[in-house]
C-alpha cells in the first residue's frame, strides 16, 4: 500500500478483494441456509477505508469523487448480502448489523479526505458534528448503526439511545439464549430491548 515494501501474493490486486470477500460471504450465508443452522458471520470490509479503490463498475457512480464511488460499492455488497438472505428465505430470522469503527477520515495519499469533500460536495460525512476519526470530538466516535431484523425490528423505525459496540457481546448473547460467564464481556450491557422497539 503507498508503495511500502513487503510479502504479498502474486497476483495481489486491492481491487478485487471487495467482490471476492463478498462472494464468499455470500456463498457462507447460502451454504448455513442450506444447514438450517444458525451461524455469525463477521464481515469487516476493507471499503471504505485507505487505500481508496473502486472497481470500474462504481468509477464515477457518485458524482464526488473516487471514495464516494468506494461507498456505492459498500451499498452494493450490503445489497448483495440482503439478496442472499432474501433468495434463501432467512431474512426476517436474521439480524443484520452494519455499522463503522470510527468517523470520516481526514486526508490520505489517494483520498482528499472529508473537509475537502465537505468544501467542494456540500457532502459532511460527520453529518452535523465536530470531528473525524483520531480526533477526541463526537464526529470522530459516533457512528451509524443500522439493524435489520424483519421479525424483530419494527421496519423503519428508529432509535435515539446511546450504545456502545462492546454492547454487541452481551446483545447477541441474550438474542441467541446463552448466559454470558462472569468474566466475559464484563462491561457489555446488552441492547436487544431497544432492537424489540
Known amino acids: 500500500i503507498y508503495g511500502g515494501h513487503g510479502k504479498a501474493c502474486d497476483a495481489w490486486d486491492l ?28 464481515f ?9 479503490v473502486p472497481n470500474a463498475e462504481f468509477q464515477g457512480r457518485s458524482g464526488i469523487g473516487s471514495y464516494g464511488d468506494f461507498v ?6 450490503v445489497g448483495q448480502l440482503m439478496d442472499a438472505l432474501d433468495r434463501t428465505g432467512t431474512r426476517d430470522n436474521t439480524l443484520l448489523i452494519f455499522t463503522s469503527d470510527n468517523g470520516p477520515e481526514n486526508r490520505t495519499p489517494d483520498d ?23 480526533d477526541v ?24 439511545q446511546l450504545i456502545g459496540l462492546g454492547d454487541l457481546m452481551a446483545t447477541c448473547a441474550e438474542a441467541v439464549g446463552i448466559d454470558l460467564p462472569d468474566d ?8 436487544l430491548p431497544l432492537l424489540k422497539g
Open 15 to 42: 481491487e478485487k478483494l471487495i467482490p471476492e470477500f463478498t462472494r464468499r460471504a455470500v456463498e457462507f450465508v447460502t451454504d448455513q441456509a442450506e444447514k438450517s443452522e444458525p451461524y455469525f458471520l463477521y
Open 44 to 52: 469487516p470490509l476493507t471499503s471504505p477505508h485507505s487505500p481508496i
Open 72 to 77: 456505492c460499492e459498500v451499498d452494493w455488497i
Open 112 to 134: 482528499e479526505g472529508v473537509f475537502e469533500r465537505a468544501r467542494q460536495h456540500g457532502h459532511y460525512s460527520m453529518g452535523s458534528l465536530r470531528g473525524l476519526k483520531r
Open 137 to 160: 470530538w463526537e464526529g470522530g466516535h459516533r457512528v451509524p448503526f443500522v439493524a435489520s431484523w424483519p421479525a424483530v425490528i419494527p421496519q423503519g423505525s428508529c432509535c435515539e
Open 184 to 191: 466475559a464481556g464484563e462491561d457489555s450491557v446488552s441492547f
